[in-house]
C-alpha cells in the first residue's frame, strides 16, 4: 500500500505573493482546511511544507505555504503533486477505500472465475464506477455499488464482484 497519497496537483500561481491554484484529487476539497502540511513531489525529491492560509476559488483550492513569499519561489512546482501521509488522510469509513490502494486488484466474480484487474476508478455523481480490464484485454465499467462489489480484500490484493445483466455486451 502506498504511504503517500496524493491530494491535490498545482495548477498554477495565485498572485504574486507566493500562493498556489490546486486542483483537488481527494474528493473532500475541504479537508485542506483541516491539513497543517503537504509534501511537495518536485520529482526530484519530496519536501515538507508547512500550509499557512486556505481559500476556494470554483473547483480550486488556494494554498499558502509558510515561508514561501513570492511568486518567483513557488512558480517552478507548477504541476506538481501534494500528497500526504497515511496518517494525515482522512479517516476512512466502512467499504470506502482509497483509489491508490485498490488499482491493480485482482477482480474475480462471485462464481469464483478470475475476470480481470481494476484499472481505474471513474468518480461520477452518484457512485464511482470502477473500470476492470478483462483477462482479454478488454474494458469493462462496474458501478461501485454494493450489488456489484460484494467483498474487497485490500490486503489480500481481491475483489469479488457480481455481473449484473448488460453490463457485458
Same mark, same amino acid.
Given at each position: ?5 496524493q ?56 494554498l499558502?505555504?509558510? +515561508? =514561501?513569499?513570492?511568486?518567483? @519561489?513557488?512558480?517552478?512546482?507548477? *504541476?506538481?503533486?501534494?500528497? $500526504?501521509?497515511? /496518517?494525515d %488522510? ?13 488499482? +491493480? =486488484?485482482?477482480?474475480?466474480? @462471485?462464481?469464483?472465475?478470475?475476470? *480481470?484487474?481494476?484499472?481505474? $476508478?471513474?468518480? /461520477?455523481? %452518484? ?43
Amino acid at each position: 500500500m502506498e504511504d503517500l497519497l496524493q491530494v491535490g496537483i498545482i495548477s498554477s500561481t495565485h498572485g504574486i505573493r507566493g500562493e498556489v491554484k490546486v486542483y483537488p484529487t481527494t474528493d473532500d476539497v475541504n479537508r485542506f482546511k483541516k491539513l497543517k502540511k503537504v509534501i511537495l513531489d518536485t520529482g526530484k525529491e519530496k519536501m515538507e511544507l508547512e500550509i499557512e492560509g486556505v481559500k476556494f476559488f470554483k473547483q480550486f483550492a488556494i494554498l499558502k505555504f509558510k +515561508g =514561501i513569499d513570492n511568486i518567483n @519561489d513557488i512558480e517552478k512546482y507548477k *504541476g506538481k503533486s501534494l500528497l $500526504v501521509t497515511r /496518517t494525515d %488522510a482522512v479517516k476512512l469509513e466502512k467499504d470506502e477505500y482509497f483509489v491508490a490502494d485498490i488499482i +491493480g =486488484i485482482a477482480v474475480f466474480t @462471485d462464481d469464483g472465475q478470475e475476470f *480481470g484487474v481494476l484499472a481505474d $476508478v471513474l468518480e /461520477t455523481g %452518484a457512485n464511482d464506477v470502477y473500470v476492470i480490464e478483462t483477462k482479454d484485454k478488454k474494458e469493462v465499467l462496474v458501478p461501485a455499488i454494493k450489488e456489484c462489489v460484494l467483498e474487497v480484500d485490500v490486503a489480500g490484493r481481491r475483489m469479488k464482484i457480481h455481473l449484473m445483466e448488460g453490463l457485458l455486451d
